[in-house]
């Protein structure tokens, strides 16, 4: 059966990141985790929310990029 859990530790691996960093998201709400006792967990439906917002936000400075490089395009093939 597929763990609904991870540990900090566990769920730093998934992410590629370091157990700090890990922490950090999770203070600032980034990444959700529930505390039993004193273990902290982090549901695998949080990390693919975590994930989701994060692809979200890359797609937007994609697009906000495109829209720059565009704009640059058009200012400079205006005739002086």
């Known amino acids: ?3 609904v859990n ?3 530790r566990e769920a730093a691996a998934v ?3 370091g157990i700090t960093k ?3 998201l999770i203070q600032t709400g980034e990444l959700l985790a529930i505390r039993i ?3 902290l967990l982090i549901p695998i439906a949080a ?13 937007v400075e994609r697009d906000n990029h495109r ?4 704009r640059l ?8």
């Open 37 to 39: 006792d004193r273990r």
């Open 47 to 59: 990390i693919q929310e975590y994930q989701t917002e994060r692809l979200n936000d890359a797609r």
């Open 73 to 80: 395009q058009r200012m400079r093939k205006k005739p002086a």
């Open 1 to 3: 059966m597929e763990p």
């Open 67 to 70: 829209a720059r490089q565009h």
């Open 6 to 8: 991870l540990t900090v």
């Open 15 to 17: 992410l590629k990141l």
């Open 22 to 24: 890990t922490r950090q």
